[in-house]
């Protein structure tokens, strides 16, 4: 007699699957029994719909099982038909094919001859409130399993984990390391109980080293058990009192890394439906091993690769104090494009750099430790600020173009700026990045527009005009990248705004201050506030930060303990130079009496002054040669206070009184003067004249109070 016929006189039919490729192959009765027709497709959406629902699940589950353990696997399972009706129950047995691979099954399909009914009712809400139980907590593991980032924070989770039905009182997690098997960490065990396992050789003979040297689960049911198989293993573990241990493989990307242990006070007989909760918390628990893993790598990476690149600043300059911060953006590895440096120069002096190259990426901080290199190398030969400038745009030009690069061509921000200690000037060259700020004696912040070209790299031969500026006693330099101002969906004049507020709100009336600073306006952009203080824009952009503060102490010669910023009444004091071929700063000094002027009471008198000093300027340009100097003052004490504006040329030809008609352009500088000015003049020096006016905070009070009465 054919094994066919002998399978169909008992009902039983054969059946194959192949889980990697979906593939299902059955023979005659097994598809009589699932009732297929002869000819039919055969793929798991078939097969799946001649299934109990509730069945299903329990049959890809004792797949996995049975694939990972290498057992057979048997389940009972209600065949359906195209309205849901129950046809009959079968009897399913799945095991691995020998010296296959964990995807190819093998099995039995056989017809039940009992009915349904007959235990169903019995048996099924124990049945299904045993599996709800499962789920939920299935559920609530891979949830905060997913949550947790670190491998300490994985730990805790896996040492909270409490089974439906049998709860583990003791639970180890082993990794292996080479030729060693380590446990790193471990729940129910008091100080010092877990020591003779913490560190074991792999091929030791110990359940957990077998499990990571095979793969394969190891399930101890009884003491007797744990005893045959472990003999030493198991003296060293007979006082802890439990009965049953576990004992499974962590599988991550296909590779062992390590083994989970589960040991229970209470016997456990470890049914199909227990070993496939354990190990499909194994599972999740191996890849949450994994993904902490890789974070802490990268993190580990970004920071160290980071840390390389960027310098400590020199704590021990004459006469001033520096204070930096780099903050990383909060996406992907967490580095980027920006950078400070700070280098000593071959004359005594001292360079600011601060840059942002273009990016938030690997190639981005790659590149960005390249330009650093390259900028303090031209620098510690001794060029000016423009030179340095032009050779670092030549440079990041010639990467570009190298091919290496490809189609992602980058180009980079830059800031220069050659500091001498003893006098406070600044001689700054700029590429494209944003301008500095200054910090005043009193308080106030001023944006101190300088001369710039395009950012580095785009054009190879650029030329990058200077601006010099002289950091009076007691006035701090920022100088930062755009993250700090745009992060959060602000733009630059809104994230201007909040920078200011910043500043203006923080005393500094020491040195170590600085320090402080520095922390204060990394919080306001990314501490508690700024999540409800966002910007107007709808995109929400991260960028990471640079920073840099630089400020000119108290000389020697003020009140011990005093700063200027805590002495009565300082003055407010801005310079700027205005050359011929850039009539388009006069925007720029119309805006820097405007932040001067910033908390002036009355706004007609900040008009009035921001109007003449236009006219002022732009006489300069039109009707001289050279270029115009500005100097504006506040000085005297709050509610007395006079503002005083100088503008400076190199022409001897005065200005003179005109009487210009309805229709003339021009003329009426002198007149606008009389007319909005407290006081206003003309003073000739040896090469060229300065043209001033001044406006006066009491007489902004009366002229309030007069137009009141009137």
Same mark, same amino acid.
């Not at 057979?72 to 009897?91: I, Q, S, Y």
């Not at 020697?556 to 002495?567: D, H, V």
């Not at 003179?656 to 309805?662: A, D, F, Q």
């Given at each position: 007699?054919?094994?066919?016929?002998?399978?169909?006189?008992?009902?039983?039919?054969?059946?194959?699957?192949?889980?990697?490729?979906? +593939?299902?192959?059955?023979?005659?009765?097994?598809?009589?029994?699932?009732?297929?027709?002869?000819?039919?497709?055969?793929?798991?959406?078939?097969?799946?719909?001649?299934? &109990?629902?509730?069945?299903?699940?329990?049959?890809? *589950?004792?797949?996995?099982?049975?694939?990972?353990?290498?057992?057979?696997?048997?389940?009972?399972?209600?065949? $359906?038909?195209?309205?849901?009706?129950?046809?009959?129950?079968?009897?399913?047995?799945?095991?691995?094919?020998?010296?296959?691979?964990?995807?190819?099954?093998? #099995?039995?399909?056989?017809?039940?001859?009992?009915?349904?009914?007959?235990?169903?009712?019995?048996?099924?809400?124990? @049945?299904?409130?045993? &599996?709800? /139980?499962?789920?939920?907590?299935?559920?609530?593991?891979?949830?905060?399993?997913?949550?947790?980032? *670190?491998?300490?924070?994985?730990?805790?989770?896996?040492? %909270?984990?409490?089974?439906?039905?049998?709860?583990?009182?003791?639970?180890?997690?082993?990794?292996?390391?080479?030729?060693?098997?380590?446990?790193?960490?471990?729940?129910?065990?008091?100080? #010092?109980?877990?020591?003779?396992?913490?560190?074991?050789?792999?091929?030791?003979?110990?359940?957990?080293?077998?499990?990571?040297?095979? =793969?394969? +689960?190891?399930?101890?049911?009884?003491?007797?058990?744990?005893?045959?198989?472990?003999?030493?293993?198991?003296?060293?573990?007979?006082?802890?009192?439990?009965?049953?241990?576990?004992?499974?493989?962590?599988?991550?990307?296909?590779?062992?890394?390590?083994?989970?242990?589960?040991?229970?006070?209470?016997?456990? +007989?470890?049914?199909?439906?227990?070993?496939?909760?354990?190990?499909?918390?194994?599972?999740?628990?191996?890849?949450?091993?994994?993904?902490?893993?890789?974070?802490?790598?990268?993190?580990?990476?970004?920071?160290?690769?980071?840390?390389?690149?960027?310098?400590?600043?020199?704590?021990?300059?004459?006469?001033?104090?520096?204070?930096?911060?780099?903050?990383?953006?909060?996406? #992907?590895?967490?580095?980027? %494009?920006?950078?400070?440096?700070?280098?000593?120069?071959? /004359?005594?002096?001292?360079?600011?750099?601060?840059?942002?190259?273009?990016?938030?990426?690997?190639?981005?901080?790659?590149?960005?430790?390249?330009?650093?290199?390259?900028?303090?190398?031209?620098?510690?030969?001794?060029?000016?600020?423009? +030179?340095?400038?032009?050779?670092?745009?030549?440079?990041?030009?010639?990467?570009?173009?190298?091919?290496?690069? %490809?189609?992602?061509?980058?180009?980079?921000?830059?800031?220069?700026?050659?500091?001498?200690?003893?006098?406070?000037?600044?001689?700054?060259?700029?590429?494209?990045?944003?301008?500095?700020?200054?910090?005043?004696?009193?308080?106030?912040?001023?944006?101190?527009?300088?001369?710039?070209?395009?950012?580095? !790299?785009?054009?190879?031969?650029?030329?990058?005009?200077?601006?010099?500026?002289?950091?009076?006693?007691?006035?701090?330099?920022?100088?930062?990248?755009?993250?700090?101002?745009?992060?959060?969906?602000?733009?630059?004049?809104?994230?201007?705004?909040?920078?200011?507020?910043?500043?203006?709100?923080?005393?500094?009336?020491?040195?170590?201050?600085?320090?402080?600073?520095?922390?204060?306006?990394?919080?306001?952009?990314?501490?508690?506030?700024?999540?409800?203080?966002?910007?107007?824009?709808?995109?929400?952009?991260?960028?990471?930060?640079?920073?840099?503060?630089?400020?000119?102490?108290?000389?020697? #010669?003020?009140?011990?303990?005093?700063?200027?910023?805590?002495?009565?009444?300082?003055?407010?004091?801005?310079?700027?130079?205005?050359?011929?071929?850039?009539?388009?700063?006069?925007?720029?000094?119309?805006?820097?009496?405007?932040?001067?002027?910033?908390?002036?009471?009355?706004?007609?008198?900040?008009?009035?002054?921001?109007?003449? @000093?236009?006219?002022?300027?732009? /006489?300069?340009? $039109?009707?001289?040669?050279?270029?115009?100097?500005?100097?504006?003052?506040?000085?005297?004490?709050? !509610?007395?206070?006079?503002?005083?504006?100088?503008?400076?040329?190199? *022409?001897?030809?005065?200005?003179?009184?005109?009487?210009?008609?309805?229709?003339?352009?021009?003329?009426? %500088?002198? $007149?606008?003067?009389?007319?909005?000015?407290?006081?206003?003049?003309?003073?000739?020096?040896?090469?060229?004249? /300065?043209?001033?006016?001044?406006?006066?905070?009491?007489?902004? =009070? $009366?002229?309030?109070?007069?137009?009141?009465?009137?």
């Amino acid at each position: 007699m054919r094994t066919e016929d002998v399978l169909a006189t008992v009902a039983t039919g054969l059946w194959c699957w192949d889980n990697a490729a979906g +593939a299902v192959t059955l023979d005659a009765e097994a598809r009589r029994l699932l009732a297929l027709p002869e000819h039919a497709p055969l793929t798991e959406g078939v097969i799946r719909a001649r299934f &109990h629902a509730v069945d299903w699940l329990e049959f890809r *589950s004792l797949l996995a099982l049975s694939g990972a353990e290498g057992t057979l696997g048997e389940l009972r399972m209600r065949v $359906v038909d195209e309205r849901g009706g129950t046809l009959r129950t079968v009897r399913l047995r799945a095991k691995p094919v020998e010296g296959g691979t964990d995807h190819l099954m093998v #099995g039995t399909i056989e017809e039940i001859a009992e009915a349904m009914e007959g235990t169903s009712t019995a048996r099924m809400p124990i @049945v299904a409130d045993w &599996h709800r /139980n499962r789920e939920a907590f299935l559920l609530d593991a891979g949830r905060a399993l997913a949550e947790a980032h *670190s491998t300490s924070e994985v730990l805790r989770v896996a040492a %909270g984990l409490s089974m439906p039905g049998f709860e583990p009182s003791g639970l180890a997690v082993f990794v292996g390391e080479g030729s060693r098997v380590r446990v790193i960490g471990h729940h129910g065990y008091a100080p #010092g109980e877990a020591e003779p396992f913490l560190e074991q050789p792999l091929d030791a003979a110990y359940p957990a080293a077998e499990v990571i040297r095979t =793969g394969r +689960a190891v399930y101890l049911p009884a003491p007797e058990d744990y005893r045959r198989r472990f003999p030493d293993a198991y003296r060293k573990v007979a006082h802890f009192g439990r009965t049953s241990w576990a004992f499974l493989p962590l599988i991550n990307a296909g590779r062992t890394i390590g083994a989970w242990m589960a040991g229970f006070s209470v016997p456990v +007989a470890f049914t199909p439906d227990e070993r496939s909760v354990l190990t499909t918390v194994a599972r999740m628990l191996a890849q949450a091993l994994g993904r902490a893993s890789v974070t802490e790598s990268e993190r580990e990476l970004s920071v160290g690769l980071q840390r390389s690149m960027l310098p400590t600043v020199q704590p021990g300059i004459p006469g001033m104090t520096v204070a930096a911060r780099y903050v990383p953006t909060g996406g #992907g590895l967490e580095v980027g %494009g920006d950078w400070y440096d700070m280098i000593p120069l071959p /004359n005594g002096k001292i360079a600011l750099v601060i840059g942002d190259v273009q990016g938030h990426d690997v190639r981005a901080a790659g590149l960005m430790g390249q330009l650093r290199i390259a900028l303090r190398a031209y620098a510690s030969e001794g060029h000016h600020p423009d +030179a340095v400038l032009s050779r670092a745009s030549r440079f990041l030009a010639g990467i570009n173009d190298s091919g290496d690069a %490809g189609d992602e061509q980058r180009f980079a921000t830059c800031l220069y700026i050659e500091v001498c200690p003893s006098s406070g000037l600044l001689v700054i060259a700029r590429a494209g990045h944003p301008d500095p700020a200054i910090r005043l004696s009193d308080g106030t912040l001023l944006v101190r527009p300088t001369a710039g070209g395009l950012p580095l !790299g785009i054009i190879p031969d650029t030329d990058y005009p200077t601006t010099r500026i002289v950091l009076e006693p007691g006035e701090t330099m920022l100088v930062f990248t755009d993250g700090l101002v745009e992060t959060g969906g602000h733009d630059l004049e809104s994230g201007m705004a909040r920078l200011r507020q910043t500043v203006e709100g923080h005393a500094l009336d020491v040195d170590g201050d600085l320090e402080k600073l520095a922390d204060a306006l990394v919080q306001a952009v990314h501490g508690p506030p700024s999540h409800y203080t966002t910007g107007p824009l709808i995109d929400r952009r991260e960028d990471d930060i640079a920073l840099l503060l630089l400020r000119r102490t108290v000389p020697a #010669g003020a009140p011990e303990g005093a700063e200027p910023g805590a002495l009565p009444h300082p003055p407010r004091r801005t310079v700027m130079a205005i050359a011929q071929a850039e009539p388009e700063r006069i925007a720029q000094a119309r805006q820097q009496i405007r932040e001067l002027m910033h908390d002036w009471p009355d706004p007609d008198q900040t008009d009035s002054a921001v109007l003449m @000093v236009s006219e002022m300027v732009t /006489n300069v340009l $039109v009707h001289t040669d050279g270029d115009a100097l500005l100097i504006a003052e506040i000085s005297g004490e709050r !509610g007395t206070r006079c503002v005083r504006v100088d503008v400076a040329d190199a *022409s001897d030809e005065l200005p003179h009184r005109r009487h210009p008609g309805e229709m003339a352009s021009s003329g009426r %500088g002198l $007149v606008l003067m009389e007319l909005l000015a407290g006081a206003w003049g003309v003073d000739p020096r040896g090469e060229g004249k /300065n043209i001033w006016f001044e406006l006066y905070e009491a007489t902004a =009070g $009366v002229e309030a109070q007069f137009e009141g009465v009137t």
